[in-house]
């Protein structure tokens, strides 16, 4: 390509002037000395990452990101992934209105950011705090009276959390993640990891510390794990028990376990003070 054509090249701080609500960029670059850009690779465990954030925030209606460009700066050792999203209503067709459309692209890039900054800023990590975080972000883009989605549930943020954390380890030390969107955008911190996304699901703040929170033993430790399948209204975990012979502390919450016997039902209470089984 000739010289004074690549000058004619718009830069990518230009080409970012002209995104809409409804683009998404994901930028990698390659720590400090190193020799190459990073892989394609990692920087699409990042659009996995963002695929599920987007189901987890628009409900029932289906979103899918196109790509629109893929740009390699080899100056800068960077690696950037230029998506358009699209959103196709519970039925299958586009989403009704300009109005709403454009009201749910800016929900959904915020709620984005907002799961990002609720990763790798929260002191607690309670999950209660992003989805309230993400009710106010769905009133002040009037998403739940025009599109008006289901708002995510714990599990469906889990899922989006754990890809969030898979993509961070895809990259390597000293590399950096930035996602950039026409509201607003975010650098990762890829040191801030949270190993098990799955254990948020028992982090839970009780309103009432006096009531019990009752898990369903669906599968006990037949196969001696140390891990029983619980679940909770929808929401499925895994947990190991709380027993007095192998914890010396007491159990961090009020919590009831009940498996079903032939004989009917067994229980097993935790309360926050001391025990009983």
């Keep these: 390509m000739p010289v004074d054509e690549i000058e004619e090249r718009a830069g990518f701080s230009d080409l970012l002037t002209e995104l809409t609500d409804s683009d998404i960029v994901i930028e990698v670059a390659a720590a400090a000395g190193a020799r190459r850009t990073p892989e394609l690779a990692p920087a699409q465990s990042f659009e996995k990452a963002v695929e599920a954030s987007y189901r987890a925030l628009a409900g029932s209606v289906q979103v899918q990101l196109e790509t629109v460009a893929v740009l390699e700066e080899v100056a800068k050792r960077s690696l950037s992934l230029w998506f358009r999203v699209h959103a196709r209503g519970a039925g299958g067709g586009e989403a009704a209105g300009d109005t709403s459309d454009a009201s749910l692209h800016k929900f959904l890039a915020r709620g984005t950011l907002a799961i990002i ?3 790798d800023g929260s002191p607690t990590l309670q999950l209660a705090d992003l989805q309230q975080a993400i009710r106010v972000l769905a009133w002040g883009t009037s998403i739940t009276t025009t599109a008006q989605p289901v708002l995510p549930s714990s599990s469906e943020l889990v899922e989006a959390i754990a890809a969030w954390q898979r993509a961070k380890g895809a990259l390597n030390a000293g590399d950096t993640a930035r996602i950039i969107t026409n509201n607003g955008a975010a650098e990762l911190d890829l040191g801030k990891r949270i190993d098990d996304p799955r254990t948020l699901l028992l982090a839970r703040k009780l309103v009432n510390h006096s009531a019990d929170m009752i898990f369903v033993v669906e599968m006990p430790d037949y196969q001696a794990t140390g891990q029983w399948k619980l679940k909770h209204g929808e929401t499925r975990t895994t947990a190991p028990p709380w027993s007095s012979a192998t914890h010396t502390e007491p159990p961090p919450s009020q919590m009831l376990y009940a ?11 935790f309360p926050v003070a001391g025990f009983t089984r």
């Design 259 to 269: 498996a079903d016997t032939p004989s009917g039902i067994r229980f097993v209470i």
């Design 117 to 119: 900054a609720w990763m």
